[in-house]
Nanobody, 114 residues
C-alpha cells in the first residue's frame, strides 16, 4: 500500500504563487509516475502535470506557469505554481501510478481570488 499526503494549498491573489508538496510512504517502487490532478466544482478531474524518470508532462493550460519536480530520495513530488489565475481554483490531488496500481491523496484546496 501507498499513502500520499499533500500540503501547501491555500488562498492566494491572482498573479501569486503557491508550492504544493506530496509525500509518499509505504511500498514504493522505482519507475513509478507521480503527478498532480485537479478538480474544480462541477468539473471532471483533470491532469495538471506528471513526472517520470523520462520527463515531464503538462496540461496546456499550465505550461509556462507551473513546474513539477520530484525528490526520489524523499519520495516527494512538488508543484510550483506561478502566475496563478482564478481558473486555477480547484482541489489538487497527488497521484502515484506503478503498473496497474493507482493511488490518490486526499487533496488540498487551492483558491485564487481575482
Amino acid at each position: 500500500q501507498v499513502q500520499l499526503v499533500e500540503s501547501g494549498g491555500g488562498l492566494v491573489q491572482a498573479g501569486g504563487s503557491l508550492r504544493l508538496s506530496c509525500a509518499a510512504s509505504g511500498s514504493i517502487f522505482s519507475g513509478n509516475v507521480m503527478g498532480w490532478y485537479r478538480q474544480a466544482p462541477g468539473k471532471q478531474r483533470e491532469l495538471v502535470a506528471d513526472i517520470t524518470s523520462g520527463g515531464r508532462n503538462y496540461a496546456d493550460s499550465v505550461k509556462g506557469r507551473f513546474t513539477i519536480s520530484r525528490d526520489n530520495a524523499k519520495n516527494t513530488v512538488y508543484l510550483q505554481m506561478n502566475s496563478l489565475k482564478p481558473e486555477d481554483t480547484a482541489v489538487y490531488h497527488c497521484n502515484l501510478k506503478w503498473g496497474f496500481d493507482v493511488y490518490w491523496g486526499q487533496g488540498t484546496q487551492v483558491t485564487v481570488s481575482s
